[in-house]
């Protein structure tokens, strides 16, 4: 793909406690009632970044920090901008069975089975889902399970 | 780490499955889908999509609010 240069920022900007989603909310309130002019193309609420929201723009710092006066539950805009590259990988959430590879063994902290412990013989990356064999089972039946449906006690022989 | 889950699966809106649009009501507006989600985290607001490199990056075509990740 031919992409041209890259000319938006990103930048950090600090929210309230539990207001991430609604510091983006009322960033978008902010531009489409016209009570800012700054230029805000996308706005990223990643799960695993507390506090924090980041704003694509192709305005500078100051033009943020103007804008960030405006949206209730917005704090300060962090010094430095950053790239796309950087935060790509907020766009592509790390899956729940990362850390999890076969011979893994796991508690189950939900379902039917949970309590046992289980050996992972199997991920499905795209689906999150891992198949286990019940740890103590006489019969060693395979169960396919979420991945967040396991807590990892042993991370087996490459640890 | 309990706060985060905790705070993670909170009551929230739905989103549809196929394209990640957070849903007002019984279907999605956009592609008309009624497979509906509770079960999502991250959020990504669209204002510009024309010129917003994440809309491109998430192949999204028009402005609104969105999942990051759907189950
Ligand atoms: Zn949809």
Redesign the pocket.
């Known amino acids: 793909m031919n992409m041209p240069e890259q000319t938006n920022r990103i930048f950090a900007i600090k929210t309230t406690s539990k207001q991430e989603r609604t510091v983006a909310d009322n960033i978008k309130k902010v531009i489409d009632n016209g009570d800012s002019d700054v230029k805000v193309l996308a706005i990223i609420v990643p799960q695993e970044l507390k506090g924090y929201v980041l704003v694509e723009t192709s305005e500078q710092m100051n033009r943020i920090e103007q804008l960030v006066e405006k949206v209730p539950h917005a704090r300060v805009v962090l010094h430095g901008e950053t790239t796309l590259a950087e935060v790509a990988h907020f766009l592509v959430p790390k899956p729940v069975v990362s850390g999890i590879s076969e011979g893994t063994i796991v508690e189950m902290i939900a379902g039917p089975f949970k309590g046992e412990k289980a050996v992972v013989k199997r991920i499905d990356t795209g689906k999150e889902e891992i198949t286990v064999e019940l740890y103590e089972s006489v019969l060693p039946i395979p169960i396919t399970i979420r991945g967040d449906n396991v807590r990892v006690i042993d991370k087996g022989e490459d640890r | 780490m309990e706060n985060v889950v905790a705070s993670s699966r909170k009551k929230q809106g739905h989103?549809?499955?196929?394209?990640?649009?957070v849903?007002e009501g019984e279907?999605?507006?956009?592609?008309?889908?009624g497979?509906l989600s509770t079960d999502w985290t991250g959020y990504l607001v669209i204002i510009d999509p024309e010129r917003s490199e994440i809309s491109k990056k998430m192949n999204i075509k028009l402005p609104g609010k969105y999942a990051l990740k759907v189950r």
């Open positions: 989103v549809c499955r196929e394209c990640h649009r849903v279907a999605c507006a956009v592609c008309g889908s497979n």
